[in-house]
């Protein structure tokens, strides 16, 4: 049976073993001791289900697993799942409607009992419960049925042909969660279930011992793991709160740390820590872009209530694609690369600059062009007045509000494009929000990112997995938020194009994975390059650090950046 | 100068013989005799000459150094002292001198105006209270309620109502500048109004409260003339704690976007941005520091200065 | 007196529920949202179906009414049974944590040994220290030990604790690597190198807190008692040849303590509402960690639980402090 187990998930695991392997640390499990762990937002539940926050999900990713995971390059690869299910091996139907799941045989859960198909499909009814809150809803979008064939076979039906159907049991996000413990806390029910929620049983490399929210999770190798030897570490401690800076100068500078989570630093600031010698920054890209959205509608506070920054009042200056492009030709993000991110970021003209397949190769906007936007807004009609401030024929003068939320980096940022623009002869007004206001969609705030009161606005969004249909998705006309809908809506700049609408149609009817990324390459570059109202500025990747004492770790922004944490050893 | 609050020391500040020639001189106006007694201090004065300094640097010397603050020079950044920048320059190449001088105009306003404000509702409240026992209770657990007030989301609200209004009527800064002094004001009043409370409550016992309710002295006179000269001390501290926690206090506001627009340096401001750097560019740490530091000091000694003045038991001697 | 004190005790309960009504539609009225902290990645609808299963589809009366019944009664309940060991509180709704969906006093209870340790210490020290600072400060006074006192209190006080918190880590940490940066808060003190263990990683945030502590109440204190030095029944005690020890700590302190008192007493609840800098710092991850990152991530009941609690600790102190100015001043009279 073991002998099996270890050839099936030899076989299955083919892109982990070669490197678990080559490394040549082999011995038995809990060797290597302790590990320390800091991430400066501390996770405050272990249920990714209630709580989508990254640090609530990348914790609780040691503990609970899902059937498949992206790995460091954006391959779904196999874990409680004996192979990732294709059209091509018949795990997917023909007409793109079901997906089967066999499940690797033997797994167990932590505390002895076996995992089976009945936990996947009670894990679905979880999600999909309609009194949960489930956060992870989506995942589960389209989702018709879940059943179980037999003790190892899961089979997802969807109410419509889904060209990707790995939205189920994928990824951090999708965890399956162990039936007997969860069976009380369906619906309404799950926030009662502390301990469930606090202490998940999982079947991952580690159980949790003890768990302070907001403050620091302690583990214990979990004695039922299914790979031989592993994990390498016989205690966690998981310790959160506090800044970056701190958590940077835990690991690289005094050296208590082994890992630190997502270091957003000054690039010369986390060179400084480096230098100390006991760690090293790593780095890695996904589809985090730093942009600055174009408000299509006016702002202006003498609107009504209601009919402010609403599609009944098109921008004064903003709508004119000329003032769009030449407020991106002013920008060098090369330079803001260099101020704000270091080998964290790299400048980009893509809205989905990750995976390659879905890349457009557009690199215009990467040379600043100052004259040639002068020249723009002169041929838009804008020409300098006493004060330096464009002003057209009618007298309306090229000034913004410029939003974004509070982060020493934004306000960099916000400094340096403000004095571009400046050299334009445009008028900047910077105003910055707090993050919790910002992001909260509050309704009764007139300063959340949705509302969109100012001219222009700066955050950075990405997607889940590796398809941007949902992420492209977004900009649809009819999306935008406004008041009839709560202010809720994804389509913050109040984009409107049919040429758009229907590209988007043909991309959700079509499976053929080549044909999918022209055409997704198609709607990014209509956003963005076509008609400049987002502005991409930084694809910014994930820094983390590690101590030099730690081996095994490969850094992934598709998944948890704890993926591999089985893998993880001391280095003597 | 050691030991004059308990004997009466010969020289400059001691009594003087009273002659006829004395008596028959017009009444000379008491304030002559405060300035008298505070130029004898002499940390008030040096304290009051560092603080007329400070104040002339920010306010006049924007005219000699006429570098704009928010310039940004990228190829000058993380500069260190030189004569083009002689304080060095910060992450975007912006003149830290210029910076210095700009934050310290709003630091210095922010800090004097909200700690006024704080002093005259905290020492209002607290006579009030400690005088009249009617409101005593009313006013009392006004306070309590606001002690308990969670300040963060007070000061959200505050600034969701006030901050379109205020910046419509008196421009962006302006606007920003009233809302964020009166926040500050607002949530600062309540330690000193309790401590004024206790001491007033002390003093409506002592004999010469008690003699001049006697002679039918109206309440308004009574706390003018001699309830508040009494509580003059804990005012004064109050009023130093005041500024320098005014200071701090604007900048974590600005620091949770709710004061100042982000290009807008203030010194606490400053001193936040600076601690990230602080191994590798100390000094950006130590100059914002080191102002603070010193307005607060040279206000604190003003301070003792001003209550030993105008405490007419020291003064007479 | 003690009539005093039950009638304003008494008087405390109509004034905390003001004070919880006030707070409760303060929170109500603040932006923000118990979501903002979630990925922009979840859909709009999904985000609406999270907020209605916190309850958030409730009209605001109501909500308050649940949290008055779950605060006033059936928290009070758990706690007897968790003492006695009955069962009366159980199947009841406790007050739960938009964030952990956990009964938030449970977290509360996990956070107060560390808070009282750190900043509870910090305050102690505090005042131990300030006390005989402002009486030799006052008592000599613009002697050199007053200009040295007073020069580290102002820098005590205007320079930050976000500074002088980073500048002890670079120094004591970093170069030196005398003292640990994070505070470990599931440390156990049960063997003599535990105990050092604490000590060692308690010494830095309690130095920070208590300088600031120290360097206010010691500017209180000297003022108070130079006010005191100066009045006609210390000249009357001197004349009648009083010791001066007698004199300056037994009738001068009496009296000079009434203002310092109130400081005092006033700052004693603070230590419940934790130093919210110094612990972000030193990741203590007490009280003041647990309302801070309870206020951005919008989690109104564990807000409203924790300052409530901070408004009774008020409440109560203040009272205490005015029983106290009835025992050094028996010329104060309340009744």
Not at chain 1, 262 to 277: E, H, I, K, R, Y
Not at chain 2, 151 to 178: D, H, K, N, Q, T
Not at chain 3, 120 to 131: D, K, P, R, S, T
Request: net charge negative.
């Amino acid at each position: 049976m073991r002998l099996r187990t270890a050839l099936l998930s030899a076989a299955a695991g083919l892109v982990l073993a070669p490197m678990a392997f080559a490394a040549g640390h082999e011995g038995p499990r809990g060797r290597d001791g302790q590990v320390n762990i800091i991430y400066w937002q501390a996770p405050s539940i272990l249920n990714p289900y209630l709580s989508s926050g990254t640090k609530d999900i990348e914790a609780a990713s040691m503990v609970i697993e899902p059937l498949g995971r992206y790995n460091e390059v954006g391959e779904l690869v196999p874990y409680l799942a004996a192979e990732i299910p294709t059209v091509d091996n018949g795990g997917v139907s023909e007409d793109l409607t079901t997906i089967t799941w066999k499940i690797k045989p033997g797994i167990t859960w932590s505390d002895g009992t076996p995992f089976t198909a009945a936990d996947a499909v009670f894990t679905a009814e979880y999600c999909m419960h309609p009194e949960g809150g489930c956060a992870q809803a989506a995942k589960f979008d389209g989702v018709s049925n879940v059943e179980a064939i037999d003790d190892l076979t899961v089979k997802v039906t969807f109410a419509a042909p889904t060209p990707v159907p790995y939205g189920p049991f994928t990824g951090g996000q999708g965890p399956v969660i162990q039936k007997a413990q969860f069976a009380e806390c369906l619906g309404a029910n799950a926030p009662q279930c502390t301990d469930a929620n606090f202490k998940p049983i999982g079947t991952g490399p580690f159980k949790v011992v003890d768990f302070r929210p907001n403050d620091v999770i302690q583990m214990e190798a979990n004695e039922n793991f299914r790979d031989e030897g592993k994990p390498a570490f016989a205690t966690v401690t998981f310790k959160g709160g506090g800044d970056a800076a701190a958590a940077g100068r835990a690991v690289l500078e005094t050296g208590e740390f082994d890992y630190a989570w997502n270091l957003q630093l000054a690039p010369d600031v986390l060179a400084g820590m480096a230098a100390a010698g006991k760690g090293t920054p790593i780095s890695a890209f996904g589809t985090l872009v730093e942009r600055i959205e174009m408000n299509m509608t006016s702002p202006s506070a003498d609107l009504a209530e209601g009919e402010r920054a609403t599609l009944m009042h098109p921008h004064p200056f903003l709508s004119d694609l000329r003032v769009r492009k030449a407020l991106s030709m002013a920008i060098d993000r090369e330079l803001l690369v260099e101020i704000g991110y270091g080998q964290a970021g790299r400048p980009t003209c893509n809205l989905v600059p990750n995976p390659p397949n879905f890349a457009s190769d557009n690199t215009d906007c990467l040379t600043q062009d100052v004259e040639g936007a002068k020249a723009l807004l002169e041929e838009a009609g804008f020409t300098p007045g006493a004060d330096g401030i464009r002003a057209n024929a009618d007298g309306l003068r090229l000034s913004l509000l410029y939003q974004s939320s509070t982060n020493a980096v934004r306000q960099d940022f916000q400094a340096l494009i403000k004095q571009w623009w400046n050299d334009i002869g445009v008028e900047v007004e910077l105003k910055n929000i707090d993050a919790s206001v910002f992001f909260g969609g509050d309704p009764g705030s007139p300063d959340t990112f949705q509302k969109f009161y100012a001219d222009v606005e700066m955050y950075a969004n990405n997607f889940d997995g590796t398809d941007p249909q949902p992420y492209l998705a977004a900009y649809r006309c009819g999306m935008e938020p406004k008041p009839s809908t709560g202010w809720q809506g994804e389509n913050i700049n109040r984009y409107c194009d049919p040429a758009y609408d229907a590209l988007l149609d043909e991309l959700s009817a079509e499976a053929n994975f080549e044909e999918r990324g022209r055409i997704a390459r198609q709607l990014n570059d209509m956003i963005t390059k076509d008609s400049y109202v987002i502005v991409p500025l930084v694809d910014r990747g994930r820094v983390s650090a590690h101590a030099n004492s730690l081996g095994g770790v490969v850094l992934n922004t598709w998944d948890s950046e704890l993926w591999n944490v089985a893998d993880w050893y001391r280095i003597k | 100068m050691t030991d004059t609050a308990q004997m009466p020391a010969p020289g400059k500040g001691g009594p003087k013989p009273f002659t006829v020639e004395q008596a028959l001189k017009p009444p000379r106006n008491q304030w002559w005799d405060v300035w008298d007694q505070y130029k004898t201090h002499k940390g008030a004065l040096v304290g009051m000459i560092v603080f007329l300094i400070i104040v002339g640097a920010t306010l006049l010397g924007p005219f000699v150094w006429t570098i704009d603050p928010t310039f940004i020079d990228i190829r000058a950044r993380n500069g260190s002292a030189s004569w083009a920048h002689p304080l060095g320059t910060d992450q975007l190449g912006r003149d830290m001198l210029a910076r210095m001088m700009a934050g310290g105009r709003v630091s210095i306003a922010v800090g004097l105006t909200a700690m006024l404000l704080s002093l005259v509702l905290g020492t209002l409240i607290g006579v009030m209270a400690g005088y009249f026992r009617r409101l005593d209770g009313l006013l009392m657990r006004l306070t309590d309620l606001f002690l308990a007030l969670p300040l963060l989301p007070l000061l959200l609200v505050m600034v969701m109502f006030f901050r379109e209004p205020l910046s419509r009527a008196y421009g962006p800064e302006m606007g920003i500048f009233i809302l964020i002094v009166f926040a500050i004001g607002a949530t600062s009043w309540m330690q000193t109004a309790r401590i004024v409370r206790g001491d007033v409550l002390a003093l409506k016992e002592r004999e010469f409260v008690l003699a001049a309710r006697s002679i039918g002295t109206p309440p308004r006179r009574m706390i003018i003339r001699h309830v508040l000269p009494n509580v003059m001390s804990p005012i004064m501290v109050s009023a130093t704690l005041g500024i320098a926690n005014a200071i701090i206090t604007e900048s974590a506001l600005s620091f949770l976007g709710l004061g100042f627009p982000p290009d807008f340096p203030t010194w606490g401001r400053l001193l936040f941005d600076a601690v990230d750097y602080i191994r590798d560019y100390p000094a950006r740490v130590i100059w914002p520091g080191v102002a603070i530091s010193f307005v607060v000091l040279s206000v604190n000694y003003i301070g003792d200065g001003l209550r030993d003045a105008l405490d007419p038991r020291i003064r007479g001697r | 007196m003690f009539t005093f004190t039950l009638r304003r005790l008494l008087m405390a309960i109509p004034t905390l529920l003001i004070i919880s009504l006030v707070i409760f539609m303060l929170l109500e009225l603040a932006p923000g949202d118990p979501l903002a902290n979630q990925p922009l990645t979840i859909p709009p609808e999904v985000r609406e179906k999270m907020r209605l299963a916190l309850g958030l589809g409730e009209p605001i009366h109501i909500r308050y009414w649940k949290w008055l019944i779950q605060f006033f009664w059936i928290e009070p309940l758990n706690i007897f049974d968790g003492i006695f060991g009955t069962g009366f509180a159980e199947g009841e709704q406790r007050i739960v944590s938009w964030q952990f969906r956990s009964p938030v006093f449970d977290v509360i209870w996990q956070r107060i040994p560390q808070t009282l340790w750190v900043v509870g210490m910090a305050y102690v020290v505090g005042v131990l220290i300030a006390v005989p600072i402002g009486i030799i400060s006052a008592y000599k006074q613009y002697s050199w030990f007053d200009q040295i006192g007073t020069f580290v209190s102002m820098i005590g006080f205007s320079v930050p604790t976000f500074f002088t918190g980073v500048l002890m880590i670079v120094i004591f940490s970093v170069e030196l690597g005398w003292f640990p940066s994070i505070y470990d808060t599931t440390l156990v003190v049960n063997s003599w190198d535990t105990f050092m263990l604490q000590v060692r990683q308690m010494v830095m945030p309690v130095a920070v807190l208590a300088l600031f502590n120290a360097s206010q109440i010691s500017r209180f204190m000297r003022a108070s008692m130079l006010d005191n030095l100066n009045q006609d029944y210390v000249r009357t005690a001197r004349a009648k040849g009083m010791r001066e020890r007698t004199v300056v700590l037994v009738h001068v302190l009496r009296n000079s303590l009434i203002p310092v008192v109130t400081v005092i007493a006033l700052g004693v609840p603070t230590i419940f509402g934790g130093a919210i800098i110094t612990e972000q710092v030193f990741k203590v991850n007490g009280l003041g960690q647990l309302l801070i990152t309870a206020i951005y991530a919008n989690d109104l009941p564990m807000v409203q639980t924790l300052t409530f609690i901070f408004a009774v600790l008020i409440v109560v102190f203040n009272l205490i402090a005015d029983v106290l100015y009835g025992l050094l001043d028996p010329r104060i009279r309340y009744d």
